[in-house]
């Protein structure tokens, strides 16, 4: 019994010392752990809202998208094309960024190389379509075709290092279960 608590304590024991705080925040009008549970709530409601949806896609496009067509097309041996098809998918999704993990931990087990990986999340945390209509309207369609032009080549350089650093220290990514 002693070793089951432990674990749960291990497992939720900043959520429960979360919880903790924030209701002492509350009893005692603490203006910082209220603006924390404000804040808090705000990121949970729209996570709730939008990962179900995020992965009934990722689902889907782990069915329907078979891992032949994305070795070929996103494999080490795609090359450029494969840097450019990275791209355009991460230009063309929205959301934030943390939706983009699971579109990259899928794309890495249907066979895209690491290197496609990477520049995808770096595509995709500086180069959607939504994000550079929003940027474009307040800070002009030069500023933001430069800062994409001066972007783009460290992501595509950050993943060809990280692909190296990678390889050399035999990475591989551990199924849960």
Not at 21 to 50: C, D, H, Q, V, Y
Not at 120 to 139: D, N, Q, R, V, W
Not at 147 to 155: D, E, G, H, T, Y
Request: charged share 15%; hydrophobic share 60%.
């Amino acid at each position: 019994m002693k070793g089951k608590a432990m674990i749960i304590v291990k497992k939720y024991g900043f959520a429960l010392l979360f919880a903790v705080f924030i209701g002492i925040s509350r009893l005692s009008n603490f203006p910082a752990g209220i603006g924390i549970f404000k804040n808090f709530r705000i990121f949970f409601l729209e996570m709730i809202l939008f990962l179900p949806l995020m992965f009934i896609l990722i689902g889907l496009f782990d069915v329907w998208v078979p891992r032949e067509k994305i070795i070929r097309h996103l494999g080490p041996e795609a090359g450029t094309m494969g840097i450019l098809w990275v791209v355009l998918l991460a230009m063309l999704q929205a959301g934030p960024l943390y939706a983009a993990f699971p579109v990259a931990a899928l794309l890495w087990k249907k066979g895209c190389s690491i290197r496609n990986v990477f520049v995808y999340l770096g595509a995709f945390s500086t180069l959607k379509i939504p994000m550079l209509a929003f940027e474009i309207s307040f800070l002009g369609l030069k500023f933001s075709l430069l800062r994409a032009l001066f972007s783009l080549p460290v992501f595509i350089a950050i993943g060809f290092i990280m692909a190296v650093y990678l390889k050399k220290k035999e990475f591989a990514v551990k199924e849960a279960g």
